[in-house]
């Protein structure tokens, strides 16, 4: 940790952990599907060029969930998180979730590395959309005009997660770095820990988990679910919510 007194960075990833407690599912269940679904054919590329229509489908459900949900005490610690922190140093919080809890708990320093739920992307001139209702493989795109452009603005398995010069960045500048409710197995994210152990800062790592990875990394793990776990951090870190 720096010397009092010293402006301090921190970077704090999410995974599924945090959006479970408000009722949206993890990615899969033991036996390999999400939500009854192969991964190859509603998270890949090739699953999309197959079938477009079965993977709007997909998306579609998982959009329509977001109506019947809402952020959880973690969410809302970590948007009081960062208007605490302004003046102290600077504050990213990256999500590998797709979803907007987030957004709506009130976080803005916020980068969506998996892409968005409530997004679409033209495949011919690149424009990202706001979309709040049901997706079809038909659609045009309002900035190009093409047809069938139109497909959901996530990452998928075998593509580049998004914002990744800005994510080393900031991990390379970090006093501090938390992981929340995060597998450590899913690559780039998992080595995110390590980039910032190794940063030369001497940053302070911690974890929160109600299962703890393991990772031995970390300098203070919290085994509690995000909603617990998230405050207690804040607790640490001299911060109230």
Same mark, same amino acid.
């Given at each position: 940790?720096?010397?009092?007194?010293?402006? $301090?960075?921190?970077?704090? +990833?999410?995974?599924?952990?945090?959006?479970?407690?408000?009722?949206?599912?993890?990615? $899969?269940?033991?036996?390999? +599907?999400w939500e009854g679904h192969r991964i190859e054919d509603v998270a890949t590329p090739e699953g999309y060029a197959r079938d477009p229509a079965l993977v709007h489908h997909f998306y579609n459900q998982r959009r329509a969930q977001l109506h019947e949900v809402t952020p959880n005490a973690a969410h809302m610690a970590l948007a009081a998180l960062e208007r605490a922190w302004a003046g102290q140093g600077?504050?990213?919080?990256v999500t590998q979730n797709v979803d907007?809890?987030?957004e709506r708990a009130g976080s803005r320093n916020l980068l969506h590395m998996h892409g968005q739920l409530r997004k679409l992307r033209c495949t011919a001139c690149g424009e990202v959309h706001t979309y709040l209702t049901d997706a079809t493989p038909g659609m045009a795109c309002a900035a190009c005009g093409r047809m069938g452009t139109l497909r959901p603005d996530i990452v998928w398995f075998g593509e580049m997660p998004y914002h990744m010069d800005d994510i080393l960045t900031a991990l390379d500048a970090a006093d501090v770095f938390c992981a929340i409710g995060t597998s450590g197995v899913v690559y780039p994210a998992a080595g995110f820990a390590a980039e910032a152990r190794h940063n030369g800062r001497g940053c302070e790592l911690y974890e929160i988990n109600p299962k703890p990875t393991g990772a031995g990394l970390y300098d203070h793990v919290?085994?509690?679910?995000?909603?617990?776990?998230?405050?207690?951090?804040?607790d640490r870190l001299g911060i109230t919510g």
């Open positions: 940790m720096m010397a009092s007194g010293m402006r $301090r960075n921190l970077v704090v +990833l999410t995974g599924a952990g945090i959006s479970a407690e408000s009722g949206i599912s993890t990615f $899969r269940d033991a036996g390999g +599907l600077s504050f990213l919080l907007d809890l987030h919290i085994a509690a679910p995000a909603t617990h776990g998230v405050p207690a951090f804040l």
